[in-house]
């Protein structure tokens, strides 16, 4: 028998309240036109007695509102649809990227009611960004004339690995000179909002959680989410929540092998899918082959992003002699007989093949039923890269004789991670998981 | 907005109930001589009347039982220990391996109680080794004078991947005509007993969660289990609890690739880990270099298994000359001067080299804090590839600014297999996951 005794909590009615609350609080959330009492007594399974008590709460809190009155079709009461009151509570997401930094201003539903756009971080000093963010904060709240007393708080989505207890980025690889920056903590003292940070990829992950739909698919209760930027993460949604691992960092998936004759990575191995598939080695393999300029300057995130546009750009005017290539031809061994454009988009296509694989690796691993992609790289490279994804997962996965694993892009083009930021702070305040029932130590 | 609603459910009291009493059985399971009941109020924060009601029914059902009386420091009334009641109750587990089928009758501790082998499962039909299975089953019972109403049931841990809704394994690679085979229908037919049936990576992880100690130091609430037998597989432990994935079939990293240079795979790649490192290319590998013979017989998991044993052996006997060779030397330049036995020494370390970059990438995606090594191939390697194993986690994971990522050979020596495939018996019968707490469709 083991010597130490770390025994799991019980728990008890006040935490039943507030789960029920929350409960009730995400089924109007995901309903489309609203949901009437009986109809949320019959959906979650509380009493009526339950729902009456906690709908009042909900109403005088303004996160929900009452809507359409529906007449009986035979006799008894009217029903009232209850909504949610989108704009009774206000988050504000922001994502730190090495090539811009973005701010939103999301309500209750998640949905996008301002955005502003920042210094690129790779530009500026963390003080310099933070004060120009807490400005656009400031700026947002102000212009959309939201009560500052409802806006829930700010969330950072930064690139990993992160240290979400010390709300740290620690030594993201693309932002050199950040090292171990206290951006919760900075944030707070510039805004006096309450912060939390997190992964880009992982705020991803929730963003299409958060807007995504609930269905007995289970497609949106299982997912990975392959978030394409500047570097390459995933998020990780298992049973319809963020996975964070041990320390919220899992999800770092770039040194995952995935082609033998794959570029050499910054850790010294040859074909990490990080580096086979970032823009920047992109990048420096089309400018070898003369299909582009070369970079300038080399360690500018923002010049990489543009001639990254050009290579996509190249790519999506290839004739129909650029039939797909085999999943596994070099970059040395493209087609000299063909277009520049033809030859972009082998080398796309190329790349496709080794993030299907690493893709592939990851679903047979945790047995979801969809691989999401999106990141502002993900729009640009979407047409070529989703159907070499699509039929990889479709083939090649070990459950695929109980489910299908499927790719797709995310549904949010515009903006996944500062959207996501917004929701890590949507999540905090009306989190479902189960988890939250047991009672803390300090409870 | 989505279109379709499928609310989470809320939770109510006789839930609650249940849930406490699987929190309290929990704790005393954990303890190392047993709990008052004052000190289960202070761990579990529930109050002195819950524990009261929820031990009476306890000591009723005969899970637990009351051991030695504390006589009080000071004024008071005297404290009893609570103990679990290791023989109150029993559970089977059924390992089933290409190699051998082992069947053990565990207590409510986890511990063996008695222990038979049966038919490899490689050599014979599913029918005919099911009903070996229920004579032995059967037997062990008997002998023990265990009266069949106190067996909980029967556990299967079956080579992957698995249908567990069916209670089938599917296509399992190394048991040719074991196609969709529904052994949890048919060992339920042949013995009476309800019968569970997962994989035996998972179920190995479950029995390292089951029995190993849940301190705050974390390591037995995150990790994943290597499970290394006639093929690789792993179980992911989050939380402190088994993730199976949307089918149960988490887990599964055959086809990892952890080296350029590695084997060709039966998928058609080359350096899938789960070739890179199983007995069989181990076995192929030594014999091409003259170092043990070959197999007679390339299909015969026993023979494959004998001859793994003399490669280790031969290792084993290596020379202070055997120094370790660098991470990434491959099989074609094995030191050729040195002796027969430095060689096998050599070849096992590459494998291992493969093996911990397999385990670094599962460990970053997942953010565990400890990959643990076990099942029937590892007690033979254990002394070779452990060094390496730890050596990489802890110096090439990603988080390890956070927190460190050890290496850990299993804490059960012998039959993992077979003790997680009843521990999924316990498991099912005292669950304390709070997703249990939820209300059912029919509740």
């Known amino acids: 028998m083991p010597k130490e005794t770390a025994a799991r909590r019980g728990t008890n009615l006040p935490r039943i309240a507030d789960f029920n609350q929350a409960v009730i609080l995400d089924a109007i959330r995901h309903s489309v036109d609203g949901l009437s009492r ?8 509380l009493s009526a007695q339950s729902i009456s008590n906690i709908t009042r709460r909900l109403l005088g809190r303004e996160l929900i509102s009452e809507g359409q009155r529906l007449e009986p079709s035979g006799r008894g009461k009217p029903r009232t649809l209850l909504q949610l009151h989108p704009t009774g509570h206000f988050a504000i997401g922001v994502h730190i990227d090495p090539t811009i930094t973005t701010v939103v201003l999301l309500d209750l539903l998640g949905d996008v009611v301002a955005s502003a756009e920042s210094l690129p971080a790779s530009t500026t000093s963390p003080e310099n960004l933070v004060d120009a963010i807490a400005s656009q904060v400031n700026e947002l709240v102000t212009s959309q004339g939201v009560t500052a007393s409802r806006v829930l708080g ?26 171990r920056v206290e951006l919760r903590r900075l944030l707070h003292e ?66 995952l092998m995935v082609d033998a004759d794959g570029p050499v990575c910054s850790c010294g191995m040859r074909g990490c899918v ?33 001639l990254f546009t050009q290579l996509c750009d190249l790519a999506s005017r ?52 969809a691989v999401i992609f999106g990141g502002p790289a993900w729009s640009r490279i979407a047409n070529v890269f989703l159907p070499i994804l699509q039929d990889t997962l479709l083939t090649t996965t070990e459950a695929r004789q109980i489910h299908d694993v499927v790719a797709l892009g995310s549904s949010i083009d515009d903006g996944v991670g500062a959207i996501g930021a917004g929701c890590l702070v949507l999540e905090h305040a009306f989190s479902t998981r189960p988890s939250t029932l047991l009672l803390g130590a300090n409870s």
């Open 38 to 45: 009986v109809e949320l007594a019959r959906l979650t399974g």
């Open 154 to 179: 700010i969330g950072i989505a930064a690139p990993g690995p992160v240290d979400t207890k010390a709300g740290a980025v620690l030594h993201p690889p693309l932002l050199p000179g950040w090292e």
């Open 190 to 255: 510039a805004t006096g909002l309450p912060v939390v940070l997190h992964k880009d990829a992982a705020a991803s992950a929730l963003a299409e959680l958060w807007r995504g739909p609930r269905g007995s698919a289970g497609v949106h209760e299982d997912f990975v989410f392959f978030y394409l930027g500047t570097g390459l993460g995933a998020g990780l949604v298992i049973n319809g929540e963020l996975l964070g691992g041990s320390s919220d960092n899992a999800g770092e998936i770039g040194h």
């Open 274 to 306: 990080g580096a086979a598939c970032m823009p920047r080695t992109l990048v420096d393999e089309a400018a070898s082959a003369g299909l582009i300029t070369a970079p300038r300057n080399d360690n500018d995130p923002r010049e990489i992003d543009e």
């Open 318 to 369: 290839a004739g129909p002699e650029s039939a797909r290539t085999a999943a596994h031809t070099s970059v040395r061994n493209l087609d000299p007989a063909v277009s520049r454009e033809a030859r972009a988009r082998q080398m796309l296509e190329l790349s496709a093949a080794r993030l299907a694989r690493g893709a592939a690796t990851v679903a047979n691993l945790l047995d979801v039923r």
